[in-house]
């Protein structure tokens, strides 16, 4: 069955490495560091302080990475976790392009341009 796109993502979101993690909260604690007057001693406990902030902040995000397609007058959001995508990058297919889909209960896979399939888990259906 092909359709017409309407459009391809909700939020792009890059999935966070333990390296990324890390990283992020290595700058967090020195913020912490230099926040706190640069007193010598408390690395521990500025870590741990930025330990829980960054982890806080990427569970409690709200964000949602969806391709919207359009089949027939329905659409369909079909949701998919970016870490096990294949390379899909959000804007992989241009708004208005035809390209081949196939539905399966509550499971959109969507044919991409490099002939590997784009996985998808339908959360809604509008009209």
Request: proline content about 5%.
């Amino acid at each position: 069955m092909e359709f017409n796109p309407h459009s391809d993502s909700l939020t792009s979101q890059a999935p966070l490495s333990e390296t990324n993690l890390h990283e992020a909260i290595r700058r967090r604690a020195e913020e912490i560091y230099i926040r706190n007057g640069k007193i010598p001693g408390h690395d521990v406990r500025n870590w741990t302080q930025a330990e829980d902030e960054i982890r806080r902040e990427f569970q409690n995000s709200d964000r949602r990475t969806a391709v919207i397609v359009k089949v027939n007058g329905v659409q369909y959001v079909g949701e998919y976790r970016a870490e096990t995508a294949d390379g899909y990058a959000p804007g992989e297919f241009p708004p208005g392009s035809s390209v081949l889909v196939r539905l399966d209960g509550n499971k959109m896979m969507v044919k991409r341009s490099n002939g590997k399939i784009l996985e998808t888990e339908v959360v809604q259906r509008i009209g």
